[in-house]
């Protein structure tokens, strides 16, 4: 008889140890789920345990107002104040003390000197605009010829950033057309599949290489291609004449070295 109530004993235990539904590991997922939104993707674990343990045992309350339990409200404000006096808020990230420190910006990105290039050319075509009104103004009522000294506007200098330098792996391609109009037939149709274009930029840039995007073409059919810069993560267009092709000069097409 007791061997038999033993038996019984341990049986009771063994059922009293097993999970016959699974209805505290949903709500478990439901709570993480609820924690962890899509805004808080990046939180920590033991973030995430921590909160998950206040949600599951802390006692449910709408709000803490002065007609609060006393004791309650105490314990609230000296977690609290714990809180504020010892964490570092980073709201831009659930990781307070981690991740890659940011590096330290020298001088212009490049791709501020693309935005302000950009500027430079909106605001010069506003002058040619304006001036080209005033043109048709004073257009017929005698006023002096411009004076053609025959003087051309200074273009930018790249005396500073010398010849292209072909990176290791790649090849510095020939001329694609033998003349400037069989370029311009042939632009339109370049195959850009694994090439690149490096083009010359002012000091302190130089050299830059960037990977065909695509390309418009407006009601007069010119056609204005698009690449992609991926240091400065911008498209940029280029009129790509033919009599500036060659390391000495301002673009070059490149293209991976098979033998290498």
Same mark, same amino acid.
């Given at each position: 008889m007791i061997q038999v109530e033993r038996k019984l004993g341990i049986l009771a235990a063994i059922f009293m140890c097993l999970c016959l539904s699974t209805v505290c590991c949903e709500k478990g997922f439901s709570l993480m789920a609820s924690i962890m939104s899509a805004l808080r993707n990046c939180m920590n674990i033991v973030t995430l345990d921590c909160l998950m343990r206040i949600a599951s045992n802390c006692p449910k309350f709408d709000h803490i107002g002065t007609d609060s339990d006393p004791v309650l409200l105490e314990i609230c404000n000296e977690a609290f104040e714990h809180w504020e006096g010892t964490m570092n808020r980073f709201p831009g990230r659930a990781h307070g003390h981690q991740?890659?420190?940011?590096?330290?910006?020298?001088?212009?990105?490049?791709?501020?000197?693309?935005?302000?290039?950009?500027?430079?050319?909106?605001?010069?075509?506003?002058? +040619?605009?304006? $001036?080209?009104?005033?043109? !048709?103004?004073?257009?017929?009522?005698?006023? =002096? &010829? @411009?004076?053609?000294?025959?003087?051309?506007?200074?273009?930018?200098?790249?005396?500073?950033?010398?010849?292209?330098?072909?990176?290791?792996?790649?090849?510095?391609?020939?001329?694609?057309?033998?003349?400037?109009?069989?370029?311009?037939? +042939?632009?339109? $149709?370049?195959?850009?599949? !694994?090439?690149?274009?490096?083009?010359?930029? =002012? &000091? @302190?840039?130089?050299?830059?290489?960037?990977?065909?995007?695509?390309?418009?073409?407006?009601?007069?059919?010119?056609?204005?291609?698009?690449?992609?810069?991926?240091?400065?993560?911008?498209?940029?267009?280029?009129?790509?004449?033919?009599?500036a092709y060659g390391v000495d000069g301002e673009w070059v097409i490149i293209e991976k070295d098979k033998g290498s």
């Open positions: 991740g890659r420190k940011k590096k330290e910006k020298t001088g212009e990105s490049l791709s501020g000197y693309y935005q302000s290039l950009s500027k430079q050319g909106k605001e010069a075509g506003r002058l +040619l605009d304006s $001036s080209s009104d005033e043109d !048709n103004e004073t257009e017929g009522a005698g006023d =002096e &010829p @411009p004076d053609d000294s025959g003087e051309e506007s200074a273009g930018p200098d790249y005396t500073e950033v010398g010849d292209f330098e072909c990176p290791q792996g790649w090849r510095v391609l020939d001329e694609p057309a033998e003349n400037a109009a069989d370029w311009d037939a +042939l632009k339109v $149709s370049y195959m850009w599949k !694994n090439k690149r274009l490096a083009h010359i930029w =002012e &000091p @302190p840039h130089g050299w830059d290489t960037s990977s065909f995007n695509h390309q418009d073409t407006d009601a007069n059919e010119n056609v204005t291609q698009f690449f992609l810069y991926s240091r400065a993560r911008q498209k940029w267009s280029h009129s790509l004449k033919l009599e």
